[in-house]
């Protein structure tokens, strides 16, 4: 070799080298992308995504998570993209888990959840399991708990003289709400009509389903995608019997939300969720919330989860795992949701230190998100109903149980007549 070729080489290695840190950094810059298609959650909740994914990408450099909001049509978006060859790994619409979970098209993320050192008594609240389990595999992970769940105006209770539910304890049952209930409703004007009543609450079916569940039952044979309808059994018989019962002695009528917190429409409504405290920022009285009441069966109410999913489409299945346990099993994520979205962690360890990380919060909205978790997490909770039918049978259900609160018609008529309607939707359904 010449001494113009040795002088030349080390450029040639320098060269080289630099080539090749270039195609390495290229390689780690790529490593992989996952795309996280969002539903309709509301400004701070894209708020919250993105400032977690600049974290995420930060602690694992050749990471990008690429967040794509689709605000209407949602899941009929995220089958397009998918359908088209677009990349989806994401997603966290309760109506996306149901629809996919329904045709089989979720990813199962057990490997990944147990490589990663999770454990499912430990990091899944025990009353997701029924919905984000199947066959031994986990097909979601719950972002947040969110229920309807009751409040009564402590102001109210106390000018009364009755005794505040937070006091009751295992005394807070329907037998408590029969015995009080006259107590609690109050004609003021004189004129024949009550104008706060003891209890208001929401008669859809998804609300109506906690006094059926207190009962002893269940509307439907499982909590996801059910076959049969379960409306001719004795706990549905005396769950919706019970609210009927209510309506007939003159102490309940159908809730309003503004109106309980703004006009003292009824001592206690049974559903009300962490989104209704804002009711209370122009209101002079103070309110506290509780657990579902004790029925003849057991107590609890219905639980909400908004889980976070991946497609089986998706070819970064274990890093949108990985993404979306950093938002939904990691104490910073869940607090930061909190604090920017008001929304209640989902992450059992979160839930249990949440006050730890409240020391900000006014002490009344702490103590009223507090009674909120409290509520949320009683051990008799149960999850939502998930039935691509859920429409159709709100249709059949809601408008017919009104009657029967007004006295129009008789439960068991009703119960005879929407049996039939609401199992021909389920049949829908699996005849396809």
Same mark, same amino acid.
């Given at each position: 070799?010449?001494? /113009? ?8 290695? !320098? ?39 600049? #974290?995420?990408?930060?602690?694992? %450099? ?9 605000? @209407? ?24 888990? $149901? ?17 990663? *050192? ?20 986990? +097909? ?29 304890? *295992?005394? =807070?049952? =329907? ?32 609300? #109506? ?9 269940? !509307? ?25 019962? !209510?309506?007939? /002695? ?26 209704? +405290? ?5 209101? %002079? ?5 509780? @657990? ?5 069966? /057991?107590?609890?109410? $219905?639980? &909400? ?6 497609? @089986? ?5 274990? =890093? ?28 059992? @360890? ?6 730890? &990380? ?5 002490? &009344? $909205?702490?103590?009223?998100? +507090? ?10 909770? &149960? ?19 009104? *009657? ?15 049996? %039939? ?7 829908? !359904?699996?005849?396809?």
């Amino acid at each position: 070799m010449s001494r /113009r070729g040795w002088r030349a080489f080390p450029a040639f290695v !320098l060269l080289t080298v630099m080539l090749s840190a270039v195609v390495s950094w290229t390689a780690l810059a790529t490593q992989a992308k996952v795309v996280h298609v969002v539903a309709n959650h509301a400004e701070p909740f894209l708020e919250f995504l993105n400032e977690r994914k600049a #974290v995420f990408e930060a602690e694992n %450099p050749g990471v990008e998570v690429e967040i794509l909001y689709q605000p @209407a049509d949602y899941v009929t978006k995220v089958q397009l993209m998918i359908a088209g060859g677009i990349p989806v790994d994401v997603m966290d619409s309760t109506h996306s888990f $149901m629809v996919f979970s329904f045709h089989d098209t979720l990813a199962d993320l057990m490997p990944y959840f147990r490589a990663a *050192n999770y454990n499912l008594d430990r990091d899944i609240l025990p009353f997701a399991k029924p919905v984000m389990m199947a066959d031994g595999r986990l +097909l979601g992970i719950p972002s947040q708990v969110y229920a309807p769940v009751p409040a009564y105006n402590r102001s109210y209770f106390e000018e009364v003289g009755v005794a505040p539910l937070r006091t009751l304890g *295992n005394e =807070w049952t =329907w037998d408590w709400l029969r015995a009080n209930g006259a107590r609690l409703t109050k004609d003021v004007d004189g004129d024949g009509v009550a104008d706060t009543y003891a209890v208001s609450f929401s008669s859809g079916i998804t609300r #109506v389903s906690t006094v059926v569940h207190q009962a002893g039952g269940s !509307l439907f044979d499982s909590y996801i995608h059910p076959r049969r309808a379960l409306l001719l059994t004795e706990p549905v018989r005396t769950g919706l019997g019970f609210f009927a019962e !209510l309506f007939e /002695r003159g102490v309940a009528t159908l809730q309003n939300t503004a109106n309980f917190f703004g006009q003292r429409q009824s001592a206690i409504a049974l559903h009300v969720g962490a989104s209704d +405290l804002r009711f209370t920022e122009n209101t %002079p009285d103070e309110f506290e919330f509780v @657990a579902h009441p004790r029925g003849p069966v /057991r107590a609890g109410g $219905m639980i &909400y989860f908004g889980p976070f999913h991946v497609p @089986a489409a998706s070819t970064q299945q274990e =890093w949108a795992f990985r993404w979306i346990a950093f938002l939904a099993l990691n104490e910073e994520s869940q607090i930061r949701m909190m604090q920017l979205t008001g929304r209640i962690p989902g992450h059992p @360890a979160t839930l249990r230190r949440l006050d730890a &990380y409240m020391g900000t919060y006014d002490p &009344y $909205m702490r103590s009223c998100i +507090l009674q909120i978790r409290d509520a949320c997490t009683h051990a008799d909770s &149960y999850p939502h109903t998930l039935t691509e039918a859920e429409g159709a049978i709100g249709r059949v259900f809601n408008t017919a149980y009104n *009657n029967v609160l007004r006295g129009v018609t008789p439960l068991e008529t009703f119960l005879e007549t929407v049996q %039939p309607l609401i199992q021909m939707e389920l049949d829908k !359904l699996f005849a396809q």
